[in-house]
T-cell receptor
């Protein structure tokens, strides 16, 4: 157990739907990072939050959004889902903006 | 952050040492070398990091060349469970940093 908790582990939904992925960072970590990993692809950085504020954006689609709550957990919202959004979504956390980095076990999203 | 170059794939016999190279010729003086690995469909896992001295922990050893332009991750006695994609990253500790993972090296450990 890495200390970073992601729920759900698996999610199957239809095209056009909206889903929310949740991430609880390791205790004491202020930064949360979201990554997408499609089949046989590398990890693509989506977005980072630090202590409730958005700090960096990567290749995140406009249909996707995220937020970090006062208790530091984060949610990634994916809307108007397309088949191509099927992927593993990983959350990682760190104590500061440049410190050690711990990943969760991911959420596998399948859009049918 | 400096970019890294890794071979796309390698294989190793179980029980033998696995030596995974990484080239980071544009590394700057305050950048560390980090290694992570990702076992199939799991989240990446931290292995080891170093600045200029060789480092060893319970998982692996990290050898950094004197000019710091390249490094080698050594798994001294590879097991089947070490089959994974290994990522080499260079980064500054502290300050704003977004870990960027390339394609890494896919290591296959065979019986």
């Amino acid at each position: 157990d890495s200390g970073v908790t992601q729920t759900p582990k698996h999610l199957i939904t239809a095209t056009g739907q909206r889903v929310t992925l949740r991430c609880s960072p390791r205790s004491g970590d202020l930064s949360v990072y979201w990554y997408q990993q499609s089949l046989d692809q590398g990890l693509q950085f989506l977005i980072q939050y630090y202590n409730g504020e958005e700090r960096a954006k990567g290749n995140i689609l406009e249909r996707f959004s995220a937020q970090q709550f006062p208790d530091l957990h984060s949610e990634l919202n994916l809307s108007s889902l397309e088949l191509g959004d099927s992927a593993l979504y990983f959350c990682a956390s760190s104590a500061g903006q440049g410190n050690g980095y711990t990943f969760g076990s991911g959420t596998r999203l399948t859009v049918v | 952050d400096a970019k890294t170059t890794q071979p796309p794939s390698m294989d190793c016999a179980e029980g033998r040492a696995a030596n995974l190279p990484c080239n980071h010729s544009t590394i700057s003086g305050n950048e560390y070398v980090y290694w992570y690995r990702q076992i199939h469909s799991q989240g990446p896992q931290y292995i080891i990091h170093g600045l200029k001295n060789n480092e060893t922990n319970e998982m692996a050893s990290l050898i950094i060349t004197e000019d710091r332009k390249s490094s080698t991750l050594i798994l001294p006695h590879a097991t089947l469970r070490d089959t994974a994609v290994y990522y080499c990253i260079v980064r500054v500790i502290g300050g704003s940093y977004i870990p960027t993972f390339g394609r890494g090296t896919s290591l296959i450990v065979h019986p």
